[in-house]
């Protein structure tokens, strides 16, 4: 898919202050820091677009960006940093679970997970909430620039074989990079095809 243009919207901090839900919706959720804002500046291709940081917790709102001016990205605050509150990390996940619940143009969420990372409860439980409540999702493993390839691949390996005590079938998944541009082509294909 060609990317003309790519514009910020808005911030939100409820899904009730959400723009109208009559344009197709794509959401990345995921823990702090792994890649959500890079990913959506690598997929548009303009960087600078979603704020990144090297410190956890900089998006703290539901922030839109339309894109071709038929169809939106969401950047969401991460969940689990550990150095933010309870009580805040609690409003967090009520405003994400709200959002996601309530928005009925989301056409996927995509779930991003650190490739170096062992599988965490936090991610976990989300996905099967999101498969309990019927949601359609994709994961993303990120930062595959980070791993060699045989590491990526056993890792990624080892994933599937802790997703497969939960899921009969492992959801459909990416493997990206923000630095390499790795895993564009196929996650803009799969926006295309749910757009159309
Ligand atoms: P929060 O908004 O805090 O939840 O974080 P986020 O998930 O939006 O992460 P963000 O995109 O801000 O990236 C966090 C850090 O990881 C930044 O320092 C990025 O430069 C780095 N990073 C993100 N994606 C990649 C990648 O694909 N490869 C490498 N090497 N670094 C990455
Ligand atoms: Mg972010």
Redesign the pocket.
């Known amino acids: 898919m060609l990317i003309k243009t790519a514009k910020f919207l808005l911030s939100s901090p409820d899904y009730k202050q959400c723009p109208p839900d009559t344009l197709p919706e794509y959401a990345?959720i995921?823990?702090?820091?792994?890649?959500?804002?890079?990913?959506?500046?690598?997929l548009v291709g303009f960087g600078g677009l979603?704020?990144?940081?090297?410190?956890?917790?900089?998006?703290?709102l539901i922030n839109h960006f339309i894109v071709n001016e038929n169809w939106y990205l969401v950047?969401?605050?991460?969940y689990g940093?550990a150095k933010v509150s309870k009580v805040q990390q609690a409003k967090f996940s009520s405003m994400i679970e709200n959002y996601i619940a309530n928005r009925t143009n989301l056409r996927c969420i995509f779930v991003?997970i650190d490739s170096r990372h062992e599988p965490q409860t936090n991610d976990m439980d989300f996905m099967r909430w999101l498969g309990e409540n019927g949601l359609p999702f994709a994961i993303i493993f990120?930062?595959?620039?980070?791993l060699s390839a045989t590491a990526l691949q056993k890792s990624i390996n080892h994933y599937k074989a802790v997703m497969k005590q939960y899921w009969t079938e492992m959801p459909q998944h990416f493997i990206?990079?923000?630095?390499?541009k790795?895993g564009r082509e196929e996650i803009l294909a799969l926006i295309e095809k749910l757009n159309s």
């Open positions: 990345f995921g823990r702090s820091n792994v890649g959500k804002s890079s990913l959506i500046n690598m979603a704020k990144t940081s090297s410190t956890p917790g900089k998006t703290q950047d969401l605050p991460g940093y991003l990120t930062k595959s620039d980070k990206s990079s923000a630095e390499k790795t």
